[in-house]
Every structure is written in structure tokens, then in C-alpha cells.
């Protein structure tokens, strides 16, 4: 069994076109997830999902491999599946390529999760919600655990329910969720052979298809809510918080 950690880096952008190649403190932003990525100790590999000769160039030699992927996937699952290849037994983690911060221990734990328990087909994260806003905004995607902190259901309107009174976020029910997939190297397969449930239009949740089909998804449960690069103001704020913990 290999552990295979996969960073989707794609030069198209709707609010950030290149935004894989944005200078961060004098280095270009795919390199710092890769750099994230290499700490992980749980990692076997890490690969650099592009279709994008120029995203190539600027990773060459840093120690990830480079893997051209096809131009025309319709989701970053399907180009995670294509540069992973990866075996049934296999491990694959799908790593955002615009979160320079990531804690490489959020990696290994999310990996961790599929490594030592067989329950689950995929695995994630989440972190508490502790803002009403944050509950109601419909860009922040919700979870719901079980006791086993499995995952019940994705979405992106407040859940669950409070029928009476407003919600008490202390509770811990509330949990939003953390961009961060692992997958078994069958379950990836599967679900990228299959097409969009209505699940998953409805609520534009591609994990969502994973729970329509039958998976069981584990979650790991963090504080850590990372700092993703969307647009170009946040360039300035992630090199500031880059100075603060003293990286460059």
C-alpha cells in the first residue's frame, strides 16, 4: 500500500486566473503547498495534478512529480484520479493547491484515518463553527457527525436544525467543513466513474456522490481552518501571516 498525496493545481481561475503561479513572499504559491506536503510524514509521494506547462516549470525539482493530466475533467476528484493511478489499496489525498498553510499534521491525520480503520471508504475534516454567520453563510459548507464521527450529510444551508430558538454553537454539532479528501485507491475509482447524483447538483457537494453511493466517509476533527488564496487581495494576507510564523 502506498500513501499518494495529490495537489490539483490548474491555471484557470474564475476570481484568480494563475493564481497557482502567484508570487507568496518571492515563491510561487503551488510550491509552498508542496513544500506543506513533503513535511507530511505520511506521505509516500506527492504529485502535481496540471495541465499547465508553466505550473510544471515552476515545481520541476522540488520533489514532487509532475503529472500532465487532461485538459478537460470536469472536477479536481477526476484529475486527482487520473495523476494518482493509484492501486485499490492505495491511499490517495486530494490536497487543495491554494492553501500555502496547510498543516502538514491535518494531512497525516486525514491519511491516518483510512490507514488504521477499514470502516470508512473516504476521509475529511472539519472544524467548529463558532460564528452565526458562519452558519448561515451558504459558502461555508456544514457537516453532521455521527457518534463515530462519520459523516451524516454535507450542505450548505445551517444544519442541523435548531427547531426552537437559535442554535447553540458551543454544542460542538456545528462543524464546518474542511476542503481536504482522502480516498482508497478502489472507492476513487468508483466514484469518478460515476456521474453526478442529484444529491450533488443540488447542493454542488461533489462528496455528496460518495455518500449516494453507499461510502462511508470519516472525519477528522480539527481548529485548524487554513488560509486559501481565492483572490488577489489575499496574497497580502497570507504573506503576512507567512512573516508572522517566520517561514520567509
Request: a neutral charge; charged letters at 25%; glycine letters at 8%.
Amino acid at each position: 500500500m502506498s500513501i499518494i498525496g495529490v495537489i490539483p493545481s490548474r491555471w484557470g481561475s474564475t476570481r484568480f486566473p494563475g493564481k497557482s503561479l502567484a508570487p507568496l513572499c518571492g515563491k510561487p504559491l503551488v510550491k509552498w503547498v508542496v513544500e506543506a506536503c513533503l513535511r507530511a510524514k505520511t506521505l509516500d509521494e506527492v504529485v502535481v495534478a496540471t495541465d499547465e506547462p508553466r505550473i510544471a516549470e515552476a515545481v520541476a525539482g522540488c520533489g514532487a512529480r509532475v503529472a500532465m493530466t487532461r485538459p478537460d475533467h470536469p472536477s479536481g476528484t477526476d484529475r486527482v484520479a487520473e495523476a494518482a493511478n493509484a492501486k485499490d489499496g492505495d491511499i490517495v489525498v486530494n490536497i487543495q493547491g491554494d492553501e500555502p498553510l496547510i498543516d502538514p499534521a491535518l494531512i497525516d491525520s486525514v491519511a491516518a484515518k483510512l490507514k488504521h480503520d477499514d470502516r470508512w471508504q473516504m476521509s475529511t475534516a472539519c472544524a467548529p463553527i463558532t460564528s452565526l454567520a458562519d452558519l448561515l453563510a451558504p459558502t461555508i459548507v456544514k457537516v453532521v457527525l455521527d457518534s463515530q464521527d462519520g459523516a451524516l450529510y454535507f450542505s450548505r444551508l445551517p444544519i442541523p436544525c435548531r427547531r426552537d430558538g437559535e442554535p447553540h454553537l458551543g454544542t460542538g454539532l456545528y462543524q464546518r467543513h474542511i476542503g481536504i479528501y482522502g480516498y482508497r485507491g478502489a472507492f476513487l475509482k468508483r466514484l469518478v466513474a460515476e456521474p453526478p447524483c442529484a444529491l450533488e447538483k443540488s447542493e454542488s457537494l461533489e462528496q455528496l456522490r460518495a455518500m449516494w453511493l453507499g461510502g462511508r466517509i470519516g472525519v477528522v476533527r480539527t481548529r485548524e481552518l487554513g488560509i486559501g488564496v481565492d483572490r488577489p487581495e489575499d496574497v497580502a494576507v497570507v504573506e503576512k501571516l507567512i512573516r508572522e510564523r517566520g517561514l520567509a
